[in-house]
């Protein structure tokens, strides 16, 4: 048996190394990798495969502890689990947590991922390395079944959101997008990244559900088959532009002078009819949880948000309370909060009619000035 540290996280005991990381991305602090602050990750996972049919065949394909794979082999009915990782020391982990659940459905896997999946296919392949995912997608894509689902996360948040731009350009060839636009930008940049490796198999995507969180992003999406799947998954990638005098945004399907971000995935995020099937009850986090699965029920399908700071600095005037916008420009288009920021918002209304709303609203607040 390692030596660790007991801890439970929902339902689920779980030995992990006595050195880990508890928030932020966390650092390599020994062989085997834990941190903490992923719990709401795998609140999702488990949440997110309880609202799927059931029986279905996972693979944690870098499982390091274990802790993905069993939460989902315990607390998720009918699942049947491979924890693999390289590592002997993960294995060892692994093994000891299937036992500490008294787990028959989980097995633990010591192989290299690409070696997993050169032998062996599963209903959902969950991809969650340290760092960027992008060598390792092309084999997650073929250890997923026909009509599978790969969950792919994300933590070089750096890259993806503009901070290390040369770096995302060689990762993902992509620009990625720059200020309050960062991190959705960072996210739909990732699935634009997966949809383009599927289509090399002549297969596309349906998102069931992406976000931003904490240090990273993570997407769950369906893969569809064919070559008409994969085009109209192609069709669904765009360039962004975004106009720094009226802040007008706008979307090409090719890169021209006004156009230059992306691409980006811009179809949508989530899947309105998965999202309602999840339930926060049970989960390590479940106020976290029931907040986030608010905000995703009613977020807008837009890839562009405008946020309260970059607003009152085009006006130069004091932000109105989110609520009171929102509720006002509700009352001339659509708009909602978004996830990725709680100083931020989408709508289907233009800049212009953004910008006047905004106006308007600061004066009331502020007593007309």
Not at 20 to 34: E, I, K, L, W
Not at 137 to 158: Q, V
Not at 317 to 345: N, Q, W, Y
Request: charged residues 25%; hydrophobic residues 40%.
């Amino acid at each position: 048996m390692p030596r660790g540290a007991l801890i439970s996280e929902a339902s689920t005991r779980l030995l992990v190394p006595e050195s880990h990381s508890v928030r932020g991305p966390g650092a390599r602090t020994g062989p085997v990798f834990f941190n903490e602050q992923m719990a709401f990750n795998r609140d999702v996972s488990v949440m997110f495969l309880r609202a799927a049919p059931a029986g279905v065949s996972v693979a944690d394909a870098m499982s390091a502890t274990g802790s993905r794979a069993v939460r989902i082999a315990n607390e998720v009915p009918g699942s049947r689990v491979t924890a693999n990782d390289i590592s002997p020391e993960s294995v060892e982990f692994i093994e000891e947590n299937i036992r500490l659940n008294g787990l028959d459905n989980c097995s633990a896997s010591n192989l290299d991922m690409h070696a997993l999946f050169s032998g062996e296919s599963f209903e959902y392949v969950d991809l969650d390395p340290f760092g960027s995912p992008v060598p390792f997608i092309h084999s997650a894509i073929r250890g997923c079944r026909r009509k599978g689902i790969l969950a792919i996360t994300a933590t070089d948040t750096a890259p993806l959101a503009g901070a290390h731009a040369p770096k995302c350009r060689r990762r993902y060839q992509c620009e990625p997008l720059r200020g309050y636009m960062c991190h959705e930008g960072g996210l739909r940049i990732l699935m634009c990244n997966i949809a383009r490796e599927l289509a090399k198999f002549d297969r596309g995507m349906r998102p069931l559900l992406s976000f931003y969180a904490d240090h990273y992003f993570r997407t769950y999406v369906r893969v569809e088959e064919g070559a008409e799947a994969a085009d109209r998954s192609l069709s669904s990638l765009a360039y962004a532009g975004m106009d720094g005098a009226t802040l007008e945004r706008s979307l090409s399907p090719e890169p021209d002078a006004g156009h230059r971000l992306g691409p980006v995935w811009a179809g949508p995020l989530h899947d309105p009819g998965h999202l309602s099937r999840m339930s926060p009850e049970g989960m390590a986090e479940p106020k976290r949880c029931a907040k986030m699965l608010d905000l995703w029920m009613g977020e807008l399908d837009s890839v562009f948000l405008y946020d309260m700071s970059e607003l009152s600095s085009h006006t130069k005037m004091s932000p109105p309370k989110l609520e009171d916008l929102i509720d006002l420009l509700g009352m001339h288009g659509r708009a909602s909060k978004t996830h990725v920021c709680p100083t931020s918002f989408k709508t289907d209304l233009g800049a212009a009619d953004v910008v006047s709303l905004y106006r308007e609203a600061s004066m009331r607040a502020n007593g007309g000035r």
